[in-house]
């Protein structure tokens, strides 16, 4: 244990404050669920309907053939609620043990493009699966939501608290696209980000875990707060959903400059290099954006971890739910083992940076052919 | 350790053409907030938003982290190893979201994580709509670890049907019925509707859950010496005091600028009851609010 100088930490670090009483349990994923649209868009189809008909090739700078997107009776809490009970097929907890739900799409529309604040999404996916036990509440943090609220139920498993806890997001996003395809006009649109977005529902169970499995041994997170106005999204004004202005090249380059050293203090908490990382999962944005960060981690750090998960050929930037489609697509695949690090790095809006680090367990008898 | 109050602060929206947006109110409250207990903004470990409804119903980002980035709160660029940054969020849980960013802070200074923590509630009708049905308040709320066993002792949130009353609150589009030329063709417009059966639905809910929440403690509402509850809506303080017969003296009461303020509705009721003396004079204090749902957020606090 570090002195409690050594141990500040720039990012908000789980128990990170070094003057606790013993925090006595940990946390792990249980199990994942997934819930994509049949219906898919590819690139080519959007931008042969954008109206000003842009001369830009999109697949090639990004990477993005396709992405699933949302058919009329689909939304943000239909998503939502499908990925949790695909959750829950995939655990040994009935909905009834779940002690706190937590909803952390962006998105929350339900009964159509219909954005609902209030009552909030958490209370109507805990009727719709039977959570009645669970204390229920909406966390939005941009494309971080859905590790922020990991964050969160991390520190109340770990404080015994809770034993059993769900996040869960449904990301109805592909009215931006459409938006967006109305008004794009070049390449240095502030709404290019916005042709890049796909739909996608996940979840996640975290419970305590069981004695000798270290579960997730880093949870932090932090705001640069700086660049708070370089991604600004809400309702569209030229129909219905919403819209984004982003300044795409800004954040990649204040990330790729900012997350470096809070990339480093988590992997010297954990008494792990980047090369004893078997998969890291960064916010799924585009191919060349994840690619070019890995070769600038790899110059930066010297070593590379090794596998970079970019999955965004046939997803697009599914928001908020992007690690969790990777992780449950990789399962699904039979690509993890136990044993197998895994970082979670998440670049959003605001600007959050945030690391969750974990060991792969026998989550991944849940998955593939073999289940 | 638990938590405790540091600071509290509230503001309303002045009227004029100028008036203030949610965002605003936020950051005048947040400063205000540190500057009564004389902290800097980069103290500040963890920033949760609560309030709902702002300045063109923005959702992305977090309104946490624009505010965040206003009051100065370690805004970053560059991370200094061996010192600290803030994170920020929003919560959303209805008039009971408040409870639910303290229960979170508190959580996190039990274990270790944070040594200070804001609370921010504010809400504005997004243009100035006038069919808008809440003031446009903010409040502000630091915490820091509990000392001298002052601290909250105890969270809940409880769920109920909405059975006879709803309130529900959505943006939808709405197209224009003729098209004129150069003019949209339509907007996103933010409905706000309640029920005429909610606010007597929701004082039922708090009751009971009241009731049970005080039990578990082995108190019951004579035991509150002070009760800091929602204001919104309008009639909730008035039904929860005469349904747990509460005297009026052992009830925060807003200016009435403040009356009927939705998420920051816990936080002006407890800044009223700071100035009064009546929280200095508190030794059991109740948070009793109330959001869509039904939702009861509640919490105790004894000095």
Same mark, same amino acid.
């Given at each position: 244990?570090?002195? $409690?100088?050594? #141990? ?22 249980? =199990? ?6 049949? !219906? ?8 042969? =309907? ?7 090739d999109?697949?090639a ?13 689909? *939304? ?9 009970? *695909? ?19 962006? @998105?929350?529309?339900k ?12 209370? #109507? ?18 494309? $971080?939501?859905?590790? @922020? ?12 608290v809770?034993?059993c806890g ?22 240095w649109?502030?709404?290019l ?5 796909g ?7 975290l419970?305590? $875990? ?8 880093f ?8 660049? =708070?106005?370089?991604?600004l999204?809400?309702? #569209? ?8 202005f ?17 990339l480093? *203090? ?8 980047l090369?004893?990382i *078997? ?6 944005? @585009?191919?060349r ?5 890995a !070769?600038?981690?790899?110059? !930066? ?28 697509e990789?399962?699904? $695949? ?30 991944v ?7 | ?5 540091e600071a ?9 053409p ?6 605003k ?22 920033l ?37 940054? %803030? ?11 408040v409870?639910?960013a ?8 039990? +274990? ?6 804001l609370?921010?509630?504010?809400? +504005?009708?997004?243009?100035g709509?006038? +069919? ?10 630091l ?11 105890d969270?809940?949130c409880?769920t ?35 029920g005429?059966g ?7 809910c708090?009751?009971?859950? %009241? ?16 009760a800091?509850v ?8 008035d ?8 005297a ?7 200016a ?19 100035? +009064?003396?009546q929280?200095a004079a ?10 869509? &749902?039904?939702?009861? &957020? ?6």
């Open positions: 244990m570090k002195d $409690a100088h050594a #141990a500040e930490h720039w990012m908000l670090v789980e128990g990170g404050r070094d003057h606790r009483p013993d925090v006595p349990y940990a946390s792990r994923f249980e =199990s994942l669920g997934l819930q994509l649209p049949e !219906r898919r868009l590819t690139t080519r189809e959007l931008l042969a =309907s954008a109206t000003h008909h842009p001369r830009i999109l697949e700078l990004t990477g993005i053939r396709e992405r699933r997107v949302c058919s009329p009776g689909e *939304d943000s809490f239909t998503l939502a609620v499908a990925a949790a009970r *695909d959750c829950l097929a995939h655990s040994r907890h009935r909905p009834e043990d779940i002690e706190m739900l937590i909803s952390a799409s962006i @998105s929350k529309y009964g159509g493009l219909r954005h609902q604040f209030e009552p909030p999404l958490s209370l #109507a996916i805990k009727r719709e699966i039977g959570a009645q036990a669970a204390t229920s509440f909406d966390l939005s943090n941009a494309c $971080a939501g859905m590790l @922020s609220s990991v964050f969160v139920l991390n520190d109340f498993i770990r404080r015994g809770i034993r769900m996040v869960v997001s449904g990301e109805y996003i592909s009215s931006l696209d459409r938006n967006a395809a109305r008004q794009v006009r070049s390449i649109s502030k709404q980000a916005s042709l890049t977005l739909d996608a529902g996940v979840a996640a169970i419970e305590r $875990a069981p004695d000798g499995n270290p579960g997730i041994t949870a932090g997170f932090t705001t640069l707060a700086e660049h =708070s106005r370089l991604c999204g809400g309702p #569209a004004k030229v129909g219905p959903g919403a819209a984004m982003t300044k795409a090249r800004t954040i990649h380059r204040v990330a790729m400059e900012d997350s470096p050293p809070l480093a *203090d988590a992997l010297e908490e954990t008494g792990l290099s090369a004893d *078997d998969y890291l999962i960064v916010h799924q944005t @585009s191919e954006a994840i690619h070019k960060g !070769r600038e981690f790899a110059a !930066r750090f010297g070593v590379s971890p090794k596998h970079v998960v970019a999955n965004v050929a046939e997803r697009g930037n599914t928001a908020s739910t992007t690690h969790f489609v990777a992780l449950y990789y399962l699904e $695949a039979g690509r993890f083992k136990p044993g197998d690090e895994i970082l979670l790095l998440s670049l959003a809006s605001g600007l959050e940076v945030g690391v969750v680090i974990f060991r792969m367990d026998e989550l008898d849940h998955y593939g052919h073999a289940h | 350790m638990g938590t405790r109050i509290v602060a509230t503001a309303h929206a002045r009227h004029g100028f008036r203030q947006g949610a965002l109110l936020a950051d005048e409250v947040a400063r205000a907030c540190l500057a009564r207990a004389h902290r800097a903004p980069g103290e500040i470990d963890l949760v938003n609560a309030g709902i409804y702002r300045e063109d119903n923005l959702v992305e980002p977090a309104l946490a982290s624009m505010i965040q980035e206003d009051i100065g709160a370690n805004p970053g660029h560059p991370p200094r190893a061996g010192a600290h940054g %803030t994170f920020s969020f929003d919560v959303a849980n209805g008039g009971c979201g409870l639910t303290l229960e979170l802070l508190d959580g996190f200074m039990r +274990s270790g994580t944070i040594e200070t923590g609370v921010v509630a504010s809400d +504005s009708g997004p243009g709509r006038k +069919s808008f049905p809440f003031p446009a308040v903010g409040g502000a709320l915490v820091r670890p509990a000392s001298d066993g002052e601290g909250f002792v969270f809940v409880e109920f049907d909405e059975a006879d009353g709803v309130f529900e609150s959505a943006i939808s589009w709405h197209a224009r019925a003729r098209r004129l030329p150069l003019a949209r063709p339509g907007k996103n417009v933010l409905r706000v509707a309640q005429e909610y606010e007597r639905r929701v004082i039922a708090a009751e009971e859950a %009241t009731r049970r929440f005080l039990a578990r403690h082995g108190l019951d509402a004579g035991s509150v010496d002070l800091i929602s204001q919104s809506p309008l009639g909730f303080a039904g929860l005091a005469t349904r747990l017969d509460l009026p003296a052992r009830v925060a009461r807003v009435a600028a403040l009356r009927g303020a939705h998420t920051a509705g816990p936080i002006a009721a407890l800044d009223a009851a700071i100035e +009064s003396g929280f508190a030794r059991t204090i109740l948070f009793a609010t109330v959001g869509a &749902g039904v939702v009861v &957020g509640l919490a105790l606090y004894r000095k």
